[in-house]
């Protein structure tokens, strides 16, 4: 061990590991390294080595973290241990002492200062890439290879991660493009963790006495739970036909089947499946506490906290109690009364005092900070969090309570993989305080043990690259490095470096398949002529009459759709097929930008229905218009009637004048190309040959395993240089909307320069909406509004598209609409996936709010909640600021945009927004 490894070892309370020593070694080396280990191992202890490396060589290190919760905690576990004179911090929103020799920051930071070549990386030296398993995060995760790949070759990166399946493959691609680079794997958890079951009012072991079979005692539970399933299902339904209940999601084998196998009973047999309040109880008799309960639900989570104060759950003494009010105090000094009361202050309070509380992103950052520093300081027992408070925070337990393995993905309910198992209990058990950590599943209704106990002791957590050129880095790397060598280094990517591997696999597959495809050819003989040549033309014929209905489709969904959203009141059309066919007068426009638009309209028979784009054949054909009464009610019948003869008489005057609606029209080129395809396959021989159906079935099952081989030739072609074919087709995109040097140079054009400071999903609308002039005069909550419809996304639970707040953000919107929509034309040309769409869900929020509204009116009005609130106003603030900073705004015509993005910041950027130090999670 160096002297310096030493001395740096010697300010710790506990003796290295080995892991941590030979990491720490190879740095002395001049290595890199990639560290990878459970949580809690104490990995982090590697990257703090690479900060006092810096401090000692009077170089500079960079802590990266992927959120701002954990860069402002890293921050001050540095600052506690060097000082804030040598400790900086960068997290987009906060700058504190940036030119210190060791800086914490967010990792997109770190990126951001790559492209804009920033001097500050002249004396560079490490690199700590905490959570660098991040970068499968399909959102965010190209920063991290963006950083990797882009730093000096001077520069030592240390990498940290939880552990990982193919810890080796990724050490080998960072070897590979690094040099260097040292992989330590650490299996071995600190505090050992031991799995149960909780049924009933019993803490039952997951695993019996061996350590390697079920426990018996699950499995008779599960076997009477069965048997008295197996008894009720006999019984007779009561008159209403119910009688049963079917848990619906999820595959079943953790319990809550969507298959239907499981019938939950409700009169008879002990209830196995713990109250809250019974399982509170149960850990604190054990020793147990304190405790995380992960619930998928950010609802849930706070209906448990509601639960819990409303039984005789108390957790605290009253010298805790006391401290945790101290605590929620001192946070929370700059909220007003009013806003503690929209907030729920006191039953927020009151829970805490308890030793109870929630964690999750729709919390208000403020409200975060106290839990997590009354749970950090033992004080806080039991919290209920959703799974955002294992990516990283330091907040361990003694156990850790997971109350469902299903969770929703963001499409449906599915249960949760091994991977996510592992990261979630991976919190149970704190270093230097527990000598043993605990994981807890609820027992539910038809839950099978040995499923729960092979999730248990399955560690496959496989890191799996997310990367793909967007336009930002496309132009930045264009800037910064000449496409030719962007293309080059994006083909070094991790990304690649997988794909790569996966080719040699594919081809190993495609030879016994086309032994199978020539058996089936030989069969297919005909001897009249060659069929293989027949077959070929009817697939041909098949696949243009796929490809011209698919082409219709696409078509025609984008022109109703777009015809609909520019619907008005009163407007009369034409429809020329479908379920609507013929007229029809608007009396309620649709939504704008919400994900289906469903205008209401009177139809001939005088009915009032909601038009569906998938009951259309192609766009209503506005030709008139008709007056809607005035205070027009859809369920007045004197305002209908007065409608209908306004309708009929509008109608009968034009009926004689106005043609047909048109039809969608034809490719006629794939028409042509049909007509001729099957003029030949009627002169072919084989045609007339009495064998041929026989001999097309053999014909049909060659052609599919040639396509599957075609298909897998091609997959591994794709990947053979997916990530390069990528950035081809994206800067295909920017040069064909001048955001590119038409002669292949680095130097941008106005616009281009104008893209590379803009970090947003939509970047490319967003600066050809400037372009083009669509925020013209728009200043303050106008502004607002028609930004955040690039930002937001609507979930499942929360507030949904909804209409523009004035008239000014409403044709602003409208115009963006239209920039969004001839962007994904050229998209669509280039075989560039498009950008997701524009979302007005938040719009109204952020006008009320700079409209200078309090708190209890945005969110009353709205329907979100104060975290979320929050979060998505501190995003609309980043790329309002992001605009404000861009460099060349007025070589585009958008020299009064810059001032109107700064102002707007500063007029949102008020109250509980600035006192709140939102984590980005």
Not at 95 to 115: C, F, H, K, Q, S
Not at 143 to 167: K, M, R, Y
Not at 706 to 727: I, T
Not at 874 to 885: F, S
């Amino acid at each position: 061990m160096s002297v310096r490894l030493t001395g740096f070892a010697a300010g710790y309370g506990f003796r290295f590991d080995p892991f941590q020593l030979e990491a720490c070694a190879d740095i002395d080396a001049g290595h890199g390294v990639l560290v990878a280990a459970p949580t809690g191992s104490g990995k982090t202890v590697v990257g703090e080595y690479a900060c006092y490396c810096a401090l000692s060589e009077g170089r500079r290190c960079f802590y990266t973290t992927p959120i701002k919760a954990l860069s402002n905690q890293k921050y001050h576990d540095l600052v506690e241990r060097h000082g804030s004179g040598n400790v900086g911090l960068l997290t987009g929103d906060m700058a504190i002492n940036g030119d210190a020799p060791v800086v914490v920051m967010t990792t997109e930071v770190l990126r951001n200062m790559i492209y804009a070549g920033s001097r500050g990386l002249g004396t560079l030296g490490y690199v700590v890439l905490d959570e660098v398993h991040y970068l499968s995060d399909r959102f965010r995760g190209a920063v991290w290879e963006e950083v990797i790949l882009g730093l000096a070759d001077s520069v030592q990166i240390v990498a940290l991660s939880a552990t990982v399946s193919n810890a080796e493959e990724f050490g080998d691609w960072l070897d590979t493009v690094r040099g260097n680079v040292d992989v330590i794997v650490w299996e071995n958890r600190p505090v050992p963790l031991y799995q149960h079951v909780m049924a009933g009012h019993e803490l039952l072991d997951l695993f019996g006495d061996d350590r390697a079979r079920v426990n018996p005692a699950l499995m008779q539970l599960a076997k009477q739970e069965a048997r008295a399933q197996r008894d009720d299902s006999r019984r007779p339904r009561g008159r209403n036909g119910r009688g049963r209940r079917t848990v619906t999601f999820g595959s079943g084998q953790f319990g809550g089947a969507a298959s239907g196998h499981f019938t939950q009973r409700h009169a008879e047999g002990p209830r196995l499946t713990p109250t809250r309040a019974g399982t509170v109880h149960a850990l604190s008799r054990a020793g147990l506490l304190p405790a995380i309960f992960f619930i998928f639900s950010r609802k849930g989570c706070d209906g448990a906290v509601r639960q819990l104060l409303n039984s005789d759950v108390r957790l605290t003494s009253r010298p805790q109690a006391a401290q945790l009010r101290e605590i929620a105090e001192r946070h929370a000094a700059a909220l007003s009364a009013e806003e503690r009361r929209i907030l729920g202050w006191h039953s927020f309070v009151e829970a805490l005092t308890r030793g109870v509380a929630a964690h999750h992103a729709g919390l208000l950052p403020t409200f975060k900070a106290i839990v997590e520093e009354g749970f950090t300081a033992g004080l806080i027992k039991v919290v209920f969090a959703t799974e955002t408070l294992a990516l990283g925070i330091n907040m361990p337990a003694r156990t850790v309570v997971i109350e469902r393995l299903v969770k929703y993905n963001g499409e449906s309910n599915a249960d949760i993989t091994p991977g996510e198992f592992t990261q979630l209990t991976g919190r149970a058990g704190r270093r230097g305080i527990d000598s043993e950590g605990h994981a807890v599943v609820l027992w539910q209704p038809g839950m099978d043990p040995r499923a729960v106990a092979g999730l248990a002791s399955r560690r496959t957590y496989p890191l799996r690259s997310s990367f793909s050129t967007n336009y930002n880095m496309a132009v930045n790397l264009v800037h910064t490095v000449g496409r030719s060598k962007a293309r080059g280094l994006l083909e070094q990517s991790f990304a690649q470096f997988q794909a790569d591997r996966q080719v040699v696999a594919l081809a190993r597959q495609g030879s016994a398949v086309q032994a199978r495809a020539d058996q089936l050819w030989e069969q297919a003989r005909c001897d009249r002529g060659d069929f293989a040549e027949y077959a070929r033309l009817r697939e041909q014929i098949g696949e243009l009459e796929d490809e011209r209905a698919r082409l219709r489709r696409q078509d025609r969904r984008a022109g109703v759709l777009d015809a609909l959203e520019r619907l008005e009141p009163g407007d009369l059309c034409r429809v020329g097929g479908g379920r609507h066919r013929g007229w029809m007068v608007v009396v309620q426009a649709g939504v704008p930008g919400a994900r289906e638009v469903h205008p209401l309209v009177m139809d001939e028979k005088h009915q009032l229905v909601r038009i569906v784009p998938a009951e259309l054949t192609g766009p209503p054909q506005v030709v008139s218009r008709v007056r809607i009464p005035k205070r027009f009610t859809v369920h007045s019948a004197t305002d209908r009637r007065t409608l209908a003869r306004a309708f009929d008489a509008r109608v009968a005057s034009l009926d004689e004048s106005v043609g047909p609606a048109p039809s969608v029209p034809l490719d006629e080129q794939i028409s042509a190309q049909l007509d001729a395809l099957r003029a030949a396959l009627l002169v072919h021989p084989c045609h007339s040959c009495p064998e041929r159906e026989s001999h097309a079935r053999l014909a049909e099952q060659a052609l599919r395993l040639e396509r599957e081989q075609q298909h897998s030739r091609a997959r591994g072609a794709a990947r053979a240089n997916s990530v390069a074919a990528r950035f081809d087709r994206t800067c295909a995109v920017l040069d064909a909307l001048g955001y590119l040097d038409p002669r292949g140079g680095r130097e941008l054009p106005v616009p281009g320069l104008v893209l590379t400071r803009i970090y947003t999903e939509l970047d490319l609308v967003t600066v050809e909406a400037i372009r083009r002039g669509v925020f013209g005069e728009l200043t303050g909550p106008a502004l607002g509004a028609v930004l955040a419809s690039l930002l937001y996304e609507s979930r499942a639970t929360g507030p949904g598209p909804a209409q523009m707040p004035d008239e000014a953000s409403e044709r602003a919107y409208q115009a963006l609409r239209g920039v969004w929509r001839d962007v994904g034309m050229v998209e669509r040309d280039h075989r560039v996936e498009r950008g997701r769409d524009l979302d007005t869900g938040f719009s109204q929020a952020v006008w009320l709010w700079a409209h200078g509204a309090d708190l209890a009116t945005v969110l009353s009005q709205t329907g979100f909640l104060a975290g979320d609130f929050v979060r998505w106003i501190r995003q609309v603030i980043d790329l309002a600021g992001q605009i404000g900073a861009a460099p060349g705004l007025d070589g585009i015509g958008a020299a009064k945009l810059g001032p109107a993005a700064r102002s707007l910041v500063t007029m949102i950027r008020r109250g509980i927004v600035d006192v709140s130090l939102g984590p980005d999670d």
